[in-house]
């Protein structure tokens, strides 16, 4: 029974990031089709994240007191919703509310899926659950774009309705099967979690094991955003890559980081920590970034690519698992926290991005590799877990 309902969270969040990837495609041709400006899709993007900001500690606490299952019944429905909304919008406003659901949505289901994927695992299960976790986003990711540009060819809107009925079918499964984890049944507590007991969010966000974390949580993800956010335009621009070179270059990357995730994420955590392995993905990231600013090789470029996105896709179910290892009665709170530190980075880091792109196009490189080669250094004084853990 456990296994069915671990293979069910991780299916809920494939299918999500399935429907978000069917989308990435077509939003060219939308953004063509409907006359929309370079401002308009970026503030698109900005507004998701905006609502999963503000939404995401308050679904984490009420993961905690009403329980896992119906928040992510709730941000199945609500990321349903906001898919044939954007497929029916005829206005910017309409797109803009579209963006508020779907980021709400995504607030009330990450935390969600991965606090009960904590709820079902023992410490020693938990480096492997969260690389299954972070496997299932980014399967989506993968195959999600080859499906849309197939569905494309029937129209711009076809692929936005095929994700709100991808979700909804998941709502469907999620409410009739997906069964909620008695306080009693979760799994065994360190003693260290158990004294922690279930804490506001404030006492969450400023514990000692917590908040530099956070820290190091907002200030990558905006130097990750100001990187990933405008890569196929900076690849194109400086590089003279096609669109096919990088739906190329980021599907490799991603299954090769997928097999990573799958297979050997887990054994690494086990070799070396977490904490290490998210202070080499910021050293190696940062190397490799600034390796793109500085050369003119093809082959070297994608090389790099491969080594960053890498850097990337395993930094996410680390910080993830430390943060699962150490949240106790506390796993909604804690992961909406960090769905929320996150938010702020993609926020700010695509909006700085463009404007250093459009003052010098090489600029954010030197800058995204700068700033995680400093939280990097910031990184150093993280707080390990105690060895018990």
Known sequence: MK??????????????????????????????EM??????????????????????????????????????????????????????????SWFYVSRLIGGASAACI???VTAYVADLTTLRERSKAMGYVSAAISGGFIIGPGIGGLLAVFGTRVPFFAAGVVAFLGFV?????????????????????????????????????????????????????????????????????TTTDISLIIMFSGSFALVAQLFFFHRIVEAIGEIRLIQWTFFISAIFIIVISLTKQHWLVILSTFVVFLAFDLFRPAVTSYLS????????????????FTSVGNILGPI?????????PVSPYYIAGVILFVTGLVSLRLKRKPANN
């Not at 494939?14 to 989308?23: A, E, I, N, P, T």
């Not at 700085?352 to 459009?358: I, P, R």
């Open 173 to 241: 499964v999620t409410l009739v099967f997906l069964k909620e984890v008695p306080k009693d049944e979760q799994v065994e507590r360190t003693m260290e979690e158990q004294a922690k007991g279930e804490q506001g969010i404030l006492n969450v966000l400023f514990h000692p094991l917590f908040f530099g974390f956070f820290v190091v949580i907002l200030i990558s993800s905006f130097g990750l955003q100001a990187f990933e956010s405008i890569y196929s335009i900076m690849a194109s621009w400086n590089f003279g890559f």
């Open 35 to 92: 006359q929309l400006s370079g401002t308009t899709m970026g503030l698109m993007v900005a507004i998701f994240a905006f609502a999963q900001l503000v939404v995401s500690p308050f679904a984490g606490r009420a993961s905690d007191r009403w329980g896992r299952k119906p928040m992510i019944v709730l941000g199945l429905c609500l990321f349903s919703i906001s898919e044939f909304l954007f497929g029916w919008a005829q206005s910017v």
């Open 325 to 340: 290892h150490n949240a106790g009665d506390n796993q909604g709170v804690v992961n909406g926290l960090n769905s929320t």
């Open 352 to 360: 700085v991005a463009g404007a250093l792109f459009d003052v010098n």
């Open 3 to 32: 296994q069915k309902m671990l293979l069910l969270a991780y299916a809920n969040l494939f299918l999500v990031f399935l429907g978000v990837g069917l989308v990435i495609p077509v939003l060219p041709l939308l953004k063509a």
């Open 110 to 112: 990450m935390p969600s």
